[in-house]
Nanobody, 113 residues
């Protein structure tokens, strides 16, 4: 019943921008802290950012100032705005409920010339 569906990934040039979206269903969305993670091939999955039900934002240090997490509780969505993208940002990006261990299937982001 619980489902998280990411979208918005793709190929972008270094310095470019991309916005990822995550649509949630099967949960009381406003009750969940929502997060974004990423995983590069052969690497561990790491936290990018998370946001509380009331909109409090927390970022990993390497993403601070470039990435912005937002949520719309009326739409059951959480977004990740990514600016000034670097090749090292290339990864599969995942949506997660932080309170409970639910994950989306991921969306690929590739930063390359």
């Amino acid at each position: 019943q619980v489902q998280l569906v990411e979208s918005g990934g793709g190929l972008v040039q270094p310095g470019g921008s991309l916005r990822l979206s995550c649509a949630a269903s099967g949960i009381i969305f406003s009750s969940h802290v929502m997060g974004w993670y990423r995983q590069a091939p052969g690497k561990e999955r790491v936290l990018v950012a998370y946001i509380t039900g009331s909109g409090g934002e927390t970022y990993a240090d390497s993403m601070k100032g470039r990435f912005t997490i937002r949520r719309d509780n009326a739409k059951n969505t959480v977004t990740l705005q990514m600016n000034s993208l670097k090749p090292e940002d290339t990864a599969v990006y995942y949506c997660r409920t932080m309170n409970m261990n639910y994950w989306g299937q991921g969306t690929q982001v590739t930063v390359s010339s």
